[in-house]
């Protein structure tokens, strides 16, 4: 018997043409590449030879002069090409569609929560007019029909007790950092989890500007120190010598999150290791083996910081190490948050499935 064949399900690409089947996996490797230009142009070459992508009549070079013409991608002030704009924005809505699926267009709005008041989503339930009630609550139709009900067609007239209004949820505005580990583990072993990090990061900042434009993403990079980086910085992420400052990424979001000054605050932590770096009187205080007392304690003592705050902490932890998920636990416990402990393939769907089901029902 020889079993069974399983083959991966693909759009229809017989509409595509040659130059449109090559943008996605040239886009993919410009990705995987942190934005190299050459190298993602050698690597497509490779797949070519081994793959035969392009045909006599439309080859790489063809390829590329219509890249530069269609001005997927630009030249610096230093003569080397990159990416434009135009293919930045690409990248983020091909991550969300890669990760997330094709999502439903809906109303740019916010979160839903289980609070009924004024403002917000109108939803289907209905009752009588009360004092405070606005005029763009009433029910005019249904109002009309209480009115000829009660009061007749010939002596028609609409009272107070005629009129019915349209309930509405509350909505929420949510403020978010997204915080990415880029210290050297995240491509040891020949693992590379900070390419999907950063299709993560790029999905869920083309998630909130497109489905909730009133929700803010600030996105954070870690290792010996912490930085803000931009969305559009995001497809040139590398990992670097680093150890894990995650102490330092931490304070810099919960700084984010004070400029925000926003109700509704809550921090993802991407990372694969434990911390393994500080910062005292300026200077570098560090432990590879990761087990040190005063980094830990210094890390778990910020989490019960945002606990005091209201910001809950939900950690996406890529590596299945026992006693690195211990320190993840203990954390996670300190903060009351959450942690999730995912393979790269499922990280994209966690973090989506927590951002939409927003349990903070808070105004």
């Known amino acids: 018997m020889i079993g069974f064949r399983f083959s991966e399900f693909s759009e229809d690409k017989k509409n595509e043409t040659p130059f449109e089947r090559l943008l996605k996996i040239f886009l993919e490797l410009m990705t995987h590449t942190s934005g190299d230009f050459e190298e993602s142009m050698a690597w497509l070459k490779e797949l070519d030879d081994e793959h035969g992508l392009t045909t006599p009549e439309y080859t790489l070079e063809d390829f590329r002069k219509e890249l530069e013409e269609k001005r997927y991608v630009k030249k610096d002030k230093n003569n080397k090409t990159g990416l434009s704009e135009k293919s930045e924005q690409l990248i983020r809505k091909k991550a969300l569609e890669q990760i997330f699926g ?32 606005t005029l763009e609550q009433i029910a005019f139709t249904e ?15 609409m009272t107070e007790k005629d009129l019915e209004v349209t309930e509405s949820f509350h909505s929420t505005q949510m403020s978010t950092v997204l915080m990415i580990d880029i210290s050297h ?15 993560v990061a790029m999905a869920l900042a083309e998630l909130i500007t497109t489905k909730y434009p009133k929700d803010s993403l600030d996105i954070v990079v870690f290792g010996n120190d912490a930085w803000e980086v931009k969305i559009i910085d995001l497809p040139y992420l590398s990992v670097g010598p680093y150890h ?7 304070e810099l979001a919960m700084d984010l999150l004070r400029r925000r000054k926003n109700a509704n605050r809550q921090i993802f932590m991407i990372t694969d290791g434990k911390p393994t770096c500080l910062i005292e009187n300026g200077e570098y205080y560090q432990n590879s083996w990761g087990q040190d007392p005063k980094i830990l304690n210094r890390t778990i003592n910020l989490g019960i910081q945002c606990r005091k705050l209201n910001i809950p902490i939900t950690t996406f932890m890529i590596a299945k190490d026992p006693y690195l998920q211990k320190f993840v636990k203990e954390f996670t416990e300190a903060n009351q948050g959450k942690a999730f402990f995912s393979d790269l393939n499922g990280l994209g769907n966690f973090i989506f499935t927590d951002y939409e089901k927003n349990k903070r029902k808070r105004v």
């Open 143 to 157: 109002s009309f029909k209480n009115a000829q009900i009660n009061n007749g067609i010939d002596s028609f007239q």
């Open 244 to 250: 894990t400052n995650t102490v330092a990424g931490l």
């Open 185 to 199: 583990s995240m491509i040891l072993y020949g693992e590379d989890r900070i390419t999907p990090a950063k299709k």
């Open 102 to 133: 094709k999502l439903k267009k809906g109303s740019k709005g916010n979160h839903k929560t289980n609070l009924i008041g004024q403002g917000g989503e109108n939803n289907t339930d209905r009752r009588p007019f009360q004092f405070g009630d």
